[in-house]
């Protein structure tokens, strides 16, 4: 299983950005998906997650700003971002823990990251 994050940029601040974090393989199952974001300096954070049924939880920092989605069809996380800050400057990761056929056991993956900056 191969996790793959794309769609950062350089914005503006009140920008948007959706990032995507697509899930390629064979034999497996997503459950929870996290995005987590990693500014310099600072510890990793989790900033939005969501389960298999679609329930979602966010950082207080960016609720009412970020929306975490999934499409279960193309094995793909979505990150809309919206009215972006300077503080969400950071490069974000997306995480998985899925679970693989053959064995039945849950494992978790991460994906490359992909940077986000958001500055005028």
């Known amino acids: 299983v191969q996790l793959q994050a794309s769609g950062g940029g350089l914005v503006q601040p009140g920008g948007s950005l959706r990032l995507s974090c697509a899930a390629s393989?064979?034999?497996?199952?997503?459950?929870?998906v996290g995005w987590y974001r990693q500014a310099p300096g600072k510890q990793r954070e989790l900033v939005a997650v969501?389960?298999?049924?679609?329930?979602?939880n966010y950082e207080d920092s960016v609720k009412g700003r970020l929306t975490i989605s999934r499409d279960n069809a193309k094995n793909t996380v979505y990150l809309q971002m919206n009215s972006l800050k300077p503080e969400d400057t950071a490069v974000y990761y997306c995480?998985?823990?899925?679970?693989?056929?053959?064995?039945?056991?849950?494992?978790?993956?991460w994906g490359q990251g992909t940077l986000v900056t958001v500055s005028s």
């Open positions: 995480n998985a823990a899925v679970v693989l056929t053959w064995n039945g056991l849950m494992h978790s993956y």
């Open positions: 393989g064979s034999g497996f199952s997503i459950h929870i």
């Open positions: 969501i389960t298999s049924g679609g329930s979602t």
